[in-house]
């Protein structure tokens, strides 16, 4: 999952290109892997991969950004940044 955040904050909060090979392998090594271990999965991180996907199915969206409330409310998509602040601050 932390690879995942870290992803996620790259594109979206640092306006980096995340189809770049070069930026993934950065990512990975800045997340304590290393660049061999592309392409290798083990069965912890199958687990953690196949939850966090059935959770995103569970949501019934499919836009992105996804933020989930603590309650369970959903904040879907690009939305203005005065919209984001209230649904922080209804939290």
């Not at 996620?8 to 930026?23: K, Q, T």
């Not at 660049?35 to 939850?51: D, H």
Request: aromatic share 8%.
């Amino acid at each position: 999952m932390a690879f995942v955040r870290e992803t996620y904050r790259a594109f979206w909060c640092e306006g980096r290109d995340i189809s770049d090979p070069a930026v993934l392998r950065q990512l990975v090594e800045q997340g304590g892997g290393s660049p061999e271990s592309k392409g290798t999965i083990n069965e912890e991180s199958r687990q953690v991969a196949q939850e966090w996907e059935a959770a995103w199915h569970a949501t019934g969206q499919a836009g992105v950004p996804l933020i989930v409330s603590p309650e369970g409310d959903l904040l879907v998509g690009c939305v203005p940044v005065e919209e984001i602040r209230r649904f922080i601050q209804a939290e």
